[in-house]
C-alpha cells in the first residue's frame, strides 16, 4: 500500500507504524478480532468479559436511565483541545448530563475507511479511553465496519450512552417559567472557531482552544446541592441562540437576552468578527445552559464559577412576549434572534 | 443541484419528490429542526415529548439491562428481503434477544451524505419505524449529520439498543459445557448471498431473499419455556463458522459440526458453488445458533421449528479435542475450521 497522507491525523504526531485499515479488519474475521483484542479491549476492558461479544449486560441502579446517542464526524480529527475520540465521550456524557443521569456505560460505533493508519486509530482511541477514564464512565460495547477507499471520511465514531437520573425533578422545558434565569457555564465559541482555525489553517494569535470537555461534574454539583434546575441543554451544533429557541418554543416562552453579558472571549470575538460569524451562533462542547429560578440563580452561579470563573446570567424569562421568542438587547436596542437556515461551520462535531 | 442518480436507492422506486439533504440539514438549525418534525418524529414520537431533544429518560424494569450497538454501511441500501433501515433494527434487536434481553429502546444516528434524497430517507426510515413496531421495540433517542458530497456513501446508520435481562440464568460462553447440543434456527448464507446478488446485478433463479428479521420471539418463547440456554449467537459477519470458533475459543471447548445436517438452501448453495464462496462463513441476519444441554435440546428444537421448520441440530460440544478447536464432519473426514483473514463479501450489514 501507498504512504499517501490522505488519512493521516491533522495534526503532526509520530508515526511509530504504517499498518493500515484494511477491508478485513470489519470481516468479523481474524483482521477483527486482532484489531478487537490488540486495539479496543487493551483500552476498554475492565474485566475479561468486558467486549468479549455483541452485547453488554449490566446491572441498573436506580429505576430511571437516561439514553443518548450521537455520530461524530468532525474535521480535522484532531483540534486544538480534542480529537474525533475526546470529543464522541464528552459529548455523549454532556447529552447525558444534560438529562440529570449521571454518565455510566458508552457504546462506540466505528466507520472507517479502509488506509486509515492502525497506528492512528489506536492514538484516537486512547483519547477515548483517557476522556472515559476522567468522567467515570465505562466503555462496554462496540462495532468497527470498514468500507472502502473513497466511501468514507477516515473515521467517524458513533457513541451511545446510558446514564443512571439522579434528578429529583423533571429538567424539561416544560418546567421554564417566566421569572427564570438563564446561566452559561462557560464563555462561548470555542469549539466551533478552534476547529474552523484547524481546518482552514487559519493561524490565529494566541490560538483559540476547544472547549472539548465534560460537564457531566458541574451538573451532579448542582444537582447535589438541591438546586432546582428547571432546563438544561449543552450549546453545541447551533450554539446558545438555538438551543434557546428551541427551548423558547418548547415551552411556549419567551426569553430576553443581555448582549453585555454574554462571555465571549477576546480571541474568540476577533477570529468570528474576521470571518463573519455570530458567535451566539457557533459550537460550544464543553458548556452549557442551565434555566434556574430567580432565587435559585445566585447559588447556581457560585456553584458554577467554582468550575469556570466565565459561568454568568445572560438573560431571562419574560412574562410577556411572543411565546418561542428570543431577544437579544443591545446597546443598540432588541432584536429577535432566529434559527439560521444555512450551515456556518459544517462539520464541528 | 444536479437530479444525478448517485445516491438514490438501488431498487426502482416512485419517486414523488426531489428535495436533496445539503450539509444545513446538519447544522443544527432550521433544516435540522424541519428534518426532525417533518421525516424523524412522524415515524418514531410515540408522545409528544419523544425525540425532541438530545436524549431519553426512560424507566427501566428489573435490575439488569443489556445495552448493543452496530453501524450499518449495507451496499445497496436496498435489497431483495430488506433495506438498510429494517437490518439497522433487527440487526440490533437481535443483538439483545442474544443477551437475553427484550428489546426496549432503541437510539439511531444517521451519516447522511449531501445530495441524497430526502424522499429516499423517508422511505428508509418508514422501513425502521415498520420493523420497530413488528417487534415492539420504541426507538427513542436520534441524532444527525451530513457530509459533504464525496465524503460518505449515501447513508450510514448506527443504532444501539437497551433491552431487559429476562434469562435468569448467565448466557454465555462460559456456561458451555461437553455433550451440549448446537442447534441453529434456520437455514444459512441467504442474507450474505441476496446482497451479494443485488449488489453485482447476479440474477438468480429463483432469487434468493435476506433472512433479514428479528429473532426476538423465539428466543423470549425459549426463555419462557425455561430451556436453559448455555449459549446464543446470532450469525452475522462471518456466518455460523466464526460465530462457532468464537464461542469454542472463549469456552475453551472443542465443537464438532456434521456437515450433512447444516441447513442451506439449494439457491444458496448454487450460488455459493458459483462465486466459490462457503456459506458457513456467509452472514446472516435473522438466523441464531443455541448451544443447549442435550437433554434440553429436542425441546428447544420443537420450539424452534415453531418459527422456522429449518431449525435443526448441527453438531455437538466434545469432552476430548483440542480447546477452541470446530471440526467439521463431512463424508471424505473430518478437518478444522479456521478463522478466515480476508474479506469474502465485503459490507453486507
Redesign the interface.
Known amino acids: 500500500m501507498t504512504e499517501g497522507p490522505e488519512f493521516t491525523l491533522q495534526c503532526p504526531l509520530p508515526d511509530s507504524g504504517h499498518e493500515r485499515i484494511?477491508?478485513?479488519h470489519?470481516?468479523?474475521?481474524?483482521?477483527?478480532?486482532r484489531l478487537i483484542e490488540e486495539v479496543f479491549r487493551p483500552a476498554f476492558a475492565q474485566s475479561p468479559?468486558d467486549l468479549?461479544?455483541?452485547?453488554?449486560?449490566?446491572?441498573?441502579p436506580?429505576?430511571?436511565?437516561?439514553?443518548?446517542?450521537?455520530?461524530?464526524?468532525v474535521r480535522p480529527l484532531v483540534f486544538p483541545g480534542g480529537d474525533i475520540g475526546s470529543l464522541a465521550v464528552n459529548g455523549t456524557v454532556n447529552?447525558?448530563a444534560?438529562?440529570g443521569?449521571r454518565p455510566l456505560?458508552l457504546?462506540?460505533?466505528?466507520?472507517i475507511e479502509e488506509g486509515f493508519l492502525v497506528e492512528d486509530l489506536r492514538r484516537i482511541v486512547a483519547s477515548m479511553r483517557d476522556a472515559a477514564q476522567a468522567v467515570g464512565v465505562r466503555l462496554?460495547?462496540?462495532?468497527t465496519?470498514?468500507?472502502?477507499r473513497g466511501?468514507?471520511?477516515g473515521l467517524?465514531i458513533?457513541t451511545?450512552g446510558?446514564g443512571a437520573?439522579v434528578a429529583s425533578q423533571?429538567i424539561?422545558?416544560r418546567q421554564v417559567q417566566p421569572g427564570d434565569v438563564v446561566i452559561v457555564s462557560g464563555d462561548l465559541g470555542r469549539h466551533g472557531m478552534a476547529v474552523m482555525a484547524a481546518r482552514e489553517n487559519l493561524g490565529f494569535e494566541p490560538p483559540i482552544v476547544s472547549d472539548c470537555g465534560s460537564v457531566s461534574a458541574p451538573v451532579l454539583r448542582l444537582l447535589d446541592e438541591g438546586i432546582d434546575l428547571h432546563c438544561l441543554?449543552?450549546l453545541?451544533?447551533?450554539g446558545l441562540a438555538?438551543a434557546l429557541i428551541?427551548i423558547a418554543e418548547?415551552a411556549g416562552v419567551a426569553m430576553e437576552l443581555e448582549a453585555a453579558a454574554i462571555p465571549v472571549s477576546d480571541p474568540v470575538r476577533g477570529a468570528c468578527e474576521i470571518l463573519g460569524i455570530d458567535p451566539l451562533?457557533v459550537?460550544n462542547e464543553g458548556c452549557f445552559a442551565a434555566i434556574v429560578p430567580e432565587s435559585e440563580a445566585a447559588r447556581a452561579l457560585s456553584i458554577l464559577r467554582e468550575f469556570d470563573s466565565a459561568a454568568i446570567a445572560v438573560g431571562s424569562v419574560r412574562s410577556g412576549g411572543a411565546a418561542g421568542s428570543v431577544a437579544l438587547k443591545t446597546m443598540g436596542g432588541s432584536y429577535a434572534l432566529d434559527?439560521?437556515?444555512?450551515?456556518?461551520l459544517?462539520?464541528i462535531?
Request: include cysteine; glycine fraction near 12%.
Open positions: 484494511e477491508l478485513a470489519g470481516s468479523g474475521g481474524l483482521l477483527t478480532h468479559d468479549t461479544h455483541d452485547g453488554a449486560v449490566v446491572d441498573v436506580g429505576t430511571q436511565i437516561a439514553f443518548t446517542t450521537d455520530s461524530y464526524v447529552d447525558l444534560m438529562c443521569a456505560w457504546s462506540a460505533g466505528f466507520v462496554v460495547t462496540g462495532d465496519k470498514v468500507v472502502e466511501h468514507g471520511d467517524y458513533n451511545s446510558i437520573v423533571p424539561s422545558p441543554r449543552d453545541t451544533r447551533g438555538t428551541e418548547s451562533y459550537a434559527r439560521i437556515a444555512g450551515e456556518q459544517p462539520r462535531c
